[in-house]
């Protein structure tokens, strides 16, 4: 079964830290660009970053430049999402989805159950 | 930066046809995805590249896409179909998301 568990998510302060984990399993992750997109309580879907195949080209929102920092590891099926700084709008929930095709961007037809990050003093 | 434009909401009657817009410049030179999402749970992909059907996914839902408006067209609603749909392009390595619509089935 093709799938992707987030892990990571919780309660932080302002300013502070957090490590997002996704687990794929399924597919051939080394085979696809991968993405975390976020959704703030009771808003619309947001795009946050993306990643390709190799790790050689990453791209993110203009609201997360340099704060964020999305990576992968393909010998374990892993892609993660470093942030810092973070600040209350960064409270959401974060999934990670992936490109339906293959090394190419694409649609995202497989989506994780997502995790929570609450950024609050 | 690129923007799609989605209606907050649509209403539909029970076993009649939704239609969804998503409008953006030139849309019809991209390809457009859609999404559906339930309270609670992760986006469900229902079309892809403006008018492909994912595996599982109904027959009643179609896509279409031509100049500055794509469209979502679900086919003899069902209750089960009230959820929020978003609409989505690649601009350059870029994601656009549009604003989502809440359909709800009367």
């Known amino acids: 079964e093709v799938q992707l568990v987030e892990s990571g998510g919780g309660l932080v302060q302002p300013g502070g830290s957090l490590r997002l984990s996704c687990a794929a399993s399924?597919?051939?992750?080394?085979?696809?660009?991968m993405s975390w997109v976020r959704q703030a309580p009771g808003k619309g879907l947001e795009w946050v970053a993306n990643?390709?195949?190799?790790?050689?080209?990453?791209y993110y929102v203009d609201s997360v430049k340099g704060r964020f920092t999305i990576s992968r590891d393909n010998a374990k099926n892993s892609l993660y999402l470093q942030m810092n700084s973070l600040r209350a709008e960064d409270t959401a929930v974060y999934y990670c989805a992936k490109s339906i095709a293959v090394a190419t961007n694409d649609a995202f037809d497989i989506w994780g159950q997502g995790t929570m990050v609450t950024v609050s003093s | 930066s690129y923007e799609l434009t989605q209606p907050l909401s649509v209403s539909v009657a029970l076993g009649q046809t939704a239609r969804i817009t998503c409008g953006g410049n030139n849309i019809g030179s991209k390809n457009v995805h859609w999404y559906q999402q339930k309270p609670g749970q992760a986006p469900v992909l229902v079309i892809y590249?403006?008018?492909n059907r994912p595996s599982g996914i109904p027959e009643r839902f179609s896509g279409s896409n031509s100049g500055n408006t794509a469209t979502l067209t679900i086919s003899r609603a069902q209750a089960g179909d009230e959820a929020d749909y978003y609409c989505q392009v690649w601009d350059s390595s870029i994601v656009v998301f549009g604003g989502g619509t809440k359909l709800t089935v009367l």
């Open positions: 990643i390709k195949q190799d790790g050689s080209e990453k």
């Open positions: 590249r403006d008018s």
């Open positions: 399924g597919f051939t992750f080394s085979s696809y660009w």
